[in-house]
């Protein structure tokens, strides 16, 4: 089985990579914007595959890819995730993970996707298991320098500023220590202090806004955002419940969380706006979107918006899709495109799609900011 995959995955690429060398003898590529990647599962199309990690920030095994792929890729859904929906609106060749071998071919023209599975803005979340975005950014610099010895500063800042760099970023600092600390009532109830929260909400602005501030001295200004889900009504939440879990089953300290993100990530992104020039940006709302969706499922043509389609347990909560983590049983439903959730924190390649046609084309609801369409086009 190992091999057929392996050699599935290199036909894929292989296929890709024609399709880029195509593209460039046919277009004027410096007049396309490129595309960079930063962030978290939401984004990751496979880096994790070739880090020393455990099963839990991997993705590589059935039934992970089934729908699209028919195979395994890296990427945590029954198929494709919205990087991939967003450069099929955007009419370029999938981007590699950054680790794979031949990305290389694609920095100079299409753009590189550094995304890892569990990263969070704080270099402590999951610490050792997976790229923190610290280390993304440090990959970007490196492109930064192939650019610049291949084209020059003028053009390779020429290519930068027209490039979009795509964030989602966040989630797995809020989540991570309620799947990491201990189950006394102490412990809870000290980091689901209100006191305790805000402050972690502002370090986690912090350091992303760090990372924005240090991509725009490298030329950047076209940016785009996910804000963060409703996390407690993740499957994977839900199954704590904790006292202070609400009557809807969702964990209400975690949904708050997110909720206190948003709200920082919305007034962090305006201030932006105003200091930093020629600073664009597009910020989808993430959260209300799939809130809709949890809450009238069958209003958006799905049959079931709290259970996930593969895992074990309680709204199959367990994040044990796949049999290779610590919990070996797991469930998969027979037709995921009647789920919302995947597995126990991801979505199902159909959510992704309709959130990522949101993201291209849907009016701003913000003023100030822009859809992706837009932002790829603007100059």
Excluded at 7 to 36: I, Q, T
Excluded at 342 to 355: A, G, I, K
Aim: with cysteine; hydrophobic share 35%.
């Amino acid at each position: 089985m190992a091999p057929l995959l392996l050699l599935l995955l290199l036909l894929c690429n292989c296929a890709s990579l024609s399709a880029v060398e195509v593209e460039s003898r046919n277009n004027n590529s410096s007049s396309r914007s490129m595309l960079f990647l930063f962030g978290d599962s939401f984004f990751d199309v496979g880096n994790n595959n070739y880090i020393n990690t455990t099963t839990l920030d991997q993705s590589n095994f059935p039934p992970y890819g089934r729908t699209h792929f028919h195979f395994p890729t890296g990427r945590f859904s029954d198929g494709r995730i919205i990087p991939d929906f967003i450069m099929e609106f955007a009419k370029v060749p999938l981007i590699p993970p950054y680790l794979n071998p031949s990305s290389y071919r694609y920095y100079y023209d299409i753009g590189a996707n550094f995304a890892s599975a569990g990263a969070g803005a704080l270099l402590q979340t999951f610490q050792g298991s997976v790229i923190s975005l610290g280390s993304q950014l440090r990959y970007h610099k490196r492109v930064v320098k192939r650019l610049k010895k291949r084209y020059g500063n003028r053009e390779a800042s020429n290519r930068l500023s027209k490039a979009v760099y795509l964030f989602s970023i966040g989630t797995n600092d809020y989540i991570s220590p309620y799947l990491i600390i201990s189950n006394s009532t102490t412990h809870h109830s000290n980091f689901n202090s209100h006191r305790h929260q805000q402050q972690l909400v502002q370090v986690v602005i912090g350091n992303l806004t760090a990372s924005i501030k240090e991509l725009h001295q490298r030329g950047a200004r076209k940016f785009g955002f996910l804000n963060l889900g409703p996390l407690g009504c993740f499957p994977g939440l839900r199954v704590i419940q904790p006292p202070n879990a609400t009557t809807t089953g969702c964990l209400q300290s975690a949904s708050l969380l997110a909720t206190l993100h948003n709200l920082a990530l919305t007034n962090t992104l305006n201030r932006l706006a105003r200091q930093l020039h020629g600073f664009k940006y597009s910020l989808y709302d993430f959260n209300h979107s799939l809130q809709r969706r949890l809450k009238h499922p069958s209003r958006y043509g799905f049959k079931q918006g709290k259970t996930a389609c593969c895992g074990t347990g309680r709204f199959r909560g367990t994040f044990s899709c796949g049999g290779k983590r610590p919990v070996k049983e797991y469930q998969v439903c027979g037709n995921p495109q009647e789920y919302v959730f995947w597995d126990s924190y991801h979505l199902t390649e159909r959510v992704y799609r309709e959130m990522a046609q949101q993201m291209w084309n849907q009016q701003p609801t913000t003023p100030g900011t822009s859809n992706l369409k837009t932002l790829f086009h603007s100059i």
